[in-house]
């Protein structure tokens, strides 16, 4: 089994940055990319940032494109979410998930396409 633990996360004023870390552990696993979503009270969750490994191609939600940037250290088994310029609006628990080759067809911006997840680490801007 392979295990995703995210931290970073935090309070935070408007306008300051956070970056939040997702570590993969236990057996091992071929990633093709890796994906952050986030999920805010009484919302679904929804696509925040996406990394595809082979050619690192990545994608980003309109609502946080310029602002978040999604990384990833191999040496460390590490990805990344830098954000910058936090706004009120982007509190939410942030989720880490996995993909293998067998989703590699599957849109990256959809949340079925990734074979594991983590728990979430909670972000909260405050105003």
């Known amino acids: 089994q392979v295990q995703l633990v995210e931290s970073g996360g935090g309070l935070v004023q408007a306008g300051g940055s956070l970056r939040l870390s997702c570590a993969a552990s236990g057996r091992t696993f071929s990633s093709y990319g890796e994906g952050w979503f986030r999920q805010a009270p009484g919302k679904e969750r929804e696509f925040v940032a996406a990394?595809?490994?082979?050619?690192?191609?990545?994608h980003y939600a309109d609502s946080v494109k310029g602002r978040f940037t999604i990384s990833r250290d191999n040496a460390k088994n590490t990805v990344y979410l830098q954000m910058n310029s936090l706004k009120p609006e982007d509190t939410a628990v942030y989720y880490c998930?996995?993909?293998?080759?067998?989703?590699?067809?599957?849109?990256?911006?959809?949340?079925?396409?990734?074979?594991?997840w983590g728990r979430g680490t909670q972000v909260i801007v405050s105003s």
């Open positions: 998930a996995a993909r293998s080759f067998s989703y590699r067809y599957t849109d990256p911006q959809t949340d079925v396409g990734y074979d594991y």
């Open positions: 990394l595809i490994r082979n050619g690192g191609t990545t």
